[in-house]
């Protein structure tokens, strides 16, 4: 056997044609400038202009897409050694009325109601609320204020 018959191409065996070399990369055109030669104001523009773009691509054009996006935050309240069980049917009752109590006292608008507010928002079923706002309007409440 020699060296040759061993290398050698059989003449029914596929030839494999060499890939094509990857296209030069494209040529920069001398009409854009780079960042560096923008001056402040320019460089302002361009970025408010990027930033307007990318907004409108996130959010759409009037902020249609982000509507079901931000949701408000909903925070439940915290442990309340006055309730120590599972059934919180008491401290969502307790709280319902201390924000009552709470608008009778210092207004609607003091931080502390609105935390009692967002209390009984996270902790009472919807159905319950409504029922005790109901009572309340038609002067039926058996609490206080």
């Known amino acids: 056997m020699t060296l040759f018959s061993i290398f050698s191409v059989r003449a029914d065996a596929e030839v494999q044609e060499e890939a094509a070399p990857p296209p030069p ?65 008491r401290h ?17 608008e003091h931080p502390r109601c609105k935390f009692y507010h967002n209390a009984y928002m996270s902790l009472c079923p919807s159905e319950w609320v409504e029922s005790w706002q109901e009572l309340r309007e038609k002067g039926l409440w058996t609490g206080k204020y």
């Open 92 to 108: 969502c009752f307790v709280r319902f009325n201390e924000y009552y109590k709470c608008i009778y006292e210092r207004g609607e």
């Open 25 to 89: 990369p494209p040529k920069k055109s001398s009409g854009k400038k780079s960042l560096d030669a923008l001056s402040p104001a320019e460089l302002e523009e361009l970025k408010n202009e990027v930033v307007a773009e990318l907004v409108e691509k996130v959010a759409g054009e009037n902020g249609e897409k982000l509507e079901g996006l931000l949701e408000p935050e909903l925070i439940t309240a915290p442990y309340d050694p006055r309730f120590p069980n599972r059934n919180q049917a």
